[in-house]
């Protein structure tokens, strides 16, 4: 009988359930889920980069997704499936109360956005952030940073734990520990949320909250307190050990078999992040840059240790063993902004036609309706257009891709976007053009990052939405990086990876490469660079990375 298991991924907007042969990798169904707390906007304020999720969306979604899913294949298919794993955002950590239940959802913080998950992307802790870095640096002992890429940033689980203490009292007295979002789930569905004995990811404490083995664990007693009093006894209720994705949690609980529609046998794995879990779903292979391209990006790379060893590499996201394989280390790099950048593009454009059609009597609500969304479905595809007739450099217009600060290399959350060489002929294409540009020589920043750090990138391979969907935006990045990009085959990388990761949990599997080798879609198709773009590319770059320069010397001082 074949065997199935199912990929968990949450996503920023939405969750989606990927149930799979495990022989072969072949989609079975799949189902997604929109957050709709999110989707209203609630607990976010953009204004101050404060973003928040409310545990419920995430619960509501699981069940939604798996059992919609599991309602689209024949009768047998539950009885088939044998495994679940997930990923998910991060750092997107909660605070949690003895029990491991997260306070949103215990009475009197319903509605406390401190007592929500605090999403990936939200920047209210850069302050944080900063105190973390200058101490690590200057404390008189281990320096903290270093496997971090020698920067702590204001995404990560201590910056933004802290911040939240300091904020919010009543969080601070109720909170009794803090669990990542990944650890959270498969701890939801096991049984065992006590924050003392839960599985936590290898993948979320290496990269985001400075765990290593050198270490003993996390960050000493003395660093936190030293870092601030509020933070006093919290590293003994957190965690010392750590688990790699291949990882068994425990098997689903009565109750979440029974709201699943699964059987109690069904085992459920160590969590991961979504990108991490995404290259393993791209079929990612050492020294080959997997990018994970969607409203940001999460670039990756893995290495025999062997072959690492001594080495740190400083400005990315961390190097961890056996974050993405393991057995192999992961390293980390990411744009804050990727995609994300296009969409605020789109939605400055619309602006006046949502306020205009707001106002007008000439046409009935339904038209409207259905006009606005026929409008912002078609500016991208049609800049696209347009801006790709656009000669390399004809516009004058360098962009900097840092509207939601930058990421890697050398984390700064505090820079700003912007657009230079604008004229009275600077229109919409051409501000696009500069605009996907920026985007590609960011990503360049990090390939230039690993090669100048000894790190050897021999090929790129491209996982997410817009690899997908925009081939305008994948050639300027193969002729900016000057190097063939190939493009996965599957529609759901990250899922697909989590499924992978699930098989190994089970057993079907002896390593997760195996079950890549066996469940692996391969590649849809490759963007080579074009040698005359590329040359082009090189002098704009320059001018990029002038640019680049100056802001950054403007906001540090």
């Not at 056996?322 to 605020?344: H, K, N, R, T």
């Amino acid at each position: 009988m074949s065997k199935y298991t199912i990929g968990i991924d949450y996503g920023t907007d939405s969750v989606r359930a990927l149930i799979v042969d495990a022989s072969n990798g072949k989609e079975i169904s799949s189902d997604v889920f929109y957050y709709p707390r999110w989707k209203a906007g609630k607990f976010c304020v953009p204004s101050q980069n404060q973003f928040r999720q409310h545990p419920l969306d995430y619960v509501e979604g699981l069940e939604t997704t798996v059992k919609n899913a599991l309602a689209k294949t024949p009768k047998d298919a539950a009885a088939k499936v044998v495994a679940i794993s997930i990923d998910t955002t991060g750092s997107t950590p909660i605070a949690v109360d003895k029990k491991g239940t997260p306070l949103s959802l215990t009475q009197g913080f319903e509605d406390n956005p401190n007592a929500m998950f605090v999403l990936w992307k939200d920047h209210t802790a850069t302050s944080e952030a900063d105190e973390i870095n200058q101490l690590a640096r200057t404390w008189g002992g281990v320096d903290y940073t270093k496997y971090e890429g020698g920067i702590y940033s204001s995404e990560w689980f201590f910056a933004k734990i802290l911040h939240v203490l300091r904020v919010d009292e009543k969080v601070r007295s109720a909170a009794f520990s803090w669990v990542e979002h990944c650890d959270w789930i498969p701890a939801l569905l096991t049984g065992d949320t006590n924050p003392l004995t839960i599985k936590r990811s290898r993948c979320a404490a290496g990269h985001k909250a400075m765990w290593h083995t050198d270490f003993n664990g996390l960050p000493s007693e003395e660093f936190l307190t030293k870092l601030d009093t509020k933070l006093i006894g919290l590293r003994d209720r957190l965690f010392k050990e750590t688990y790699t994705c291949d990882v068994k949690v425990g098997n689903l609980t009565t109750e979440w078999a029974k709201r699943l529609g699964l059987s109690e046998s069904v085992v459920v794995g160590a969590g991961s992040f979504d990108a991490h879990l995404g290259a393993l779903g791209g079929e990612i292979k050492p020294n080959y840059l997997s990018k994970v391209m969607g409203t940001s990006t999460c670039d990756m790379l893995v290495a025999p240790m062997n072959e690492m060893e001594g080495k740190l590499i400083k400005g990315i996201c961390g190097q961890v063993d056996g974050s993405i394989v393991p057995g192999m280390l992961g390293m980390e790099a990411g744009q804050s902004a990727f995609g994300d950048i296009y969409a605020w593009f789109r939605k400055l454009l619309i602006w006046p036609v949502e306020q205009i059609m707001a106002e007008s009597q000439v046409i009935d609500q339904k038209t409207k309706e259905k006009l606005i969304a026929e409008i912002a479905d078609k500016i991208i595809p049609m800049l696209s257009e347009r801006a790709e007739a656009i000669p390399i450099g004809e516009s004058g217009i360098v962009a900097l891709d840092w509207m939601n600060g930058r990421r890697t290399p050398d984390a700064n959350q505090l820079l700003k976007g912007a657009i230079l060489g604008l004229n009275l002929g600077s229109d919409a294409p051409r501000i696009f053009r500069a605009l996907v540009e920026a985007t590609a020589f960011g990503s360049k920043k990090i390939v230039d990052r690993f090669i100048s750090e000894g790190v050897k990138v021999e090929g790129i391979i491209a996982l997410g939405g817009v690899a997908k969907k925009s081939p305008f935006v994948m050639q300027v990045v193969a002729d900016v990086l000057n190097m063939p990009i190939l493009v996965a085959r599957s529609e759901q990388a990250c899922a697909l990876g989590s499924a992978m990761a699930a098989a190994t949990v089970a057993g079907l599997y002896a390593t997760v490469l195996d079950a890549q080798k066996a469940m692996g879609n391969g590649f849809e198709l490759e963007y080579k660079p074009i040698k005359e773009n590329s040359d082009k590319y090189k002098l704009l770059y320059d001018k990029y990375s002038r640019s680049g320069a100056y802001i950054e010397s403007e906001t540090n001082g």
